[in-house]
């Protein structure tokens, strides 16, 4: 099993970045997919999830700016951030999650710097 996340960068505030986690090795239209981000001596914490039927959820933090979605076809989900805040810099990485079997990628770095 692989998660391979992408798309991760340095952004002036206020700008824009796209992740994109691709999966391989399981039937990744069964699993829920999950985005944590975990800050330099913070907690991880959860900011976006996509269930198998599409419906989604967000951290209170990013609701409104972030939105998860996903595409069984190329067995890949994404996280289009906008708006994004010096706050929301982060380790950022994509968990998949079904019937008690949990994987992980090894993330990617957002930098929210000007």
């Known amino acids: 099993v692989q998660l391979v996340e992408s798309g991760g960068g340095l952004v002036q505030p206020g700008g824009s970045l796209s992740l994109s986690c691709a999966a391989s090795?399981?039937?990744?239209?069964?699993?829920?997919m999950l985005w944590y981000r975990q800050a330099p001596g913070k907690q991880r914490e959860l900011v976006a999830l996509i269930t198998s039927g599409g419906s989604t959820n967000y951290a209170d933090s990013v609701k409104g700016r972030f939105t998860m979605s996903r595409d069984n076809a190329k067995n890949t989900v994404y996280l289009q951030m906008n708006s994004l805040k010096p706050e929301d810099t982060a380790v950022y990485s994509c968990?998949?999650?079904?019937?008690?079997?949990?994987?992980w990628g090894q993330g990617t770095q957002v930098t929210v710097s000007s």
């Open positions: 968990h998949a999650q079904w019937a008690g079997s949990v994987y």
């Open positions: 090795g399981i039937i990744f239209s069964n699993y829920t």
